[in-house]
């Protein structure tokens, strides 16, 4: 499955994005989809992640509570809804598959990357 991460941009403190993971290749439906980040000099990590079939959601200590996970599986893709954005929320946002459909938080649990996409929140 080919992943297409999009949606980063620049964005104010406390403003919102809403990034987008759309898969090809393959349906999506029968995986469990994670968002992870890497911002410069810093080892990537985990930001969320749902289920194949949306039953299940997890989120990092950092974002609970500002950040959606979510998935439309007739469409093939996966959200997620940034809100309350920091600035220490800029980095490189990846999007990845995991073909077992119940991800956990780490890496290693993942099958499938797309490229990322930037968001940087300025002060």
């Known amino acids: 499955v080919q992943l297409q991460a999009s949606g980063g941009g620049l964005v104010q403190a406390g403003g919102s994005l809403r990034l987008s993971c759309v898969a090809s290749g393959r349906t999506l439906s ?33 974002v609970k509570g500002r950040f959606t996970i979510s998935r439309v599986n007739a469409k093939n893709t996966v959200y997620l809804q940034m809100d309350s954005l920091k600035p220490e929320d800029t980095a490189v946002y990846y999007c990845a598959a995991d073909s077992r459909g119940y991800p956990g938080r ?15 929140v300025s002060s």
């Open 106 to 120: 780490s890496l290693y649990d993942y099958d499938y990357w797309g490229q990322g996409t930037q968001v940087t």
């Open 30 to 62: 029968n995986y469990g989809v994670g968002w992870f980040r890497q911002a410069p000099g810093k080892e990537r990590e985990f930001v969320a992640t749902i289920s194949w079939s949306g039953g299940r959601e997890l989120y990092a200590v950092s």
